[in-house]
């Protein structure tokens, strides 16, 4: 990945990122790469009521800030949780803003086979709007019923501990069995079993450019 400079993260909703590759994340800031992280709701109509409305866009923003994501690379929009099919279009021209401004070498984004109807669109628009970016689809295990893993990267222990640091300021979420500490680790682990490393995080290739 040596020639991939500017990276992008793309997050339907807030802590996807973190969860899917945010071991990646800390790797890619390490090696002085310039990543980008797009979250397209703030998932405002999911909050536990009581909760402020800018509590998951506080808590991505200290999140992201533990792995290393400079705060003018954010981009966050605001898209109904669980309604991104009904503003598919707005999505798409959203996205090739983006693309226009970052031109992004890499974009990180849901897996094709992610059954979350919001992963969805962010996966497929997303693919039309990079069509000349090397595109990787990461890992959610709770949705998807299948995954090919057929690109692995490898994390050190304080990689992977800085995207459980960053998932562990999600406080609002911290109810979600995903969220889970052991859990995080544990697949780690796996994807790291499976390549003979200690720790991994692994991903879809849908294109590649070199």
């Known amino acids: 990945m ?28 390490s090696e002085d790469k310039n990543v ?9 109509q999911s909050l536990q009521p009581g909760l402020n ?5 506080n808590e991505l923003r200290a999140a ?14 605001d898209f109904e949780v669980r309604r991104f099919k009904q503003y598919r279009q ?22 094709p086979t992610d059954t979350h109807q919001d992963h969805q669109v962010i996966s497929e628009e997303g693919l039309r709007a990079f069509k000349n970016s090397s ?5 959610m295990p709770w949705n998807n019923f299948s995954f090919n893993t057929r690109c ?12 459980i640091d960053a998932l562990k300021e999600y406080k609002s979420q911290e109810y979600r069995a995903y969220l889970n500490a052991d859990f995080l680790k544990g697949l780690a682990i796996t994807r790291g079993v499976q390549i003979n490393a200690e720790f991994a995080e692994a991903f879809e290739v849908i294109r590649w450019i070199y």
């Open 2 to 29: 040596t020639n991939h400079k500017n990276i992008l993260i793309l997050a339907p909703h807030t802590d996807d990122g973190e969860l899917g590759c945010g071991g990646a994340i800390s790797r890619f800031i």
């Open 36 to 44: 980008f992280y797009a979250s397209f709701s703030l998932c405002r």
């Open 53 to 57: 409305p800018d509590t998951l866009e």
């Open 64 to 77: 992201t800030r533990i792995l290393g994501i400079s705060p003018i690379n954010l981009r966050l929009f």
């Open 90 to 111: 707005e999505i798409l021209e959203t996205l090739i803003l983006i693309r226009n401004e970052i031109q992004p070498d890499l974009v990180l984004l849901p897996s």
């Open 135 to 139: 595109v990787l689809g990461y890992e």
């Open 152 to 163: 692995f990267i490898t994390l050190k222990q304080e990689q992977l501990q800085k995207k």
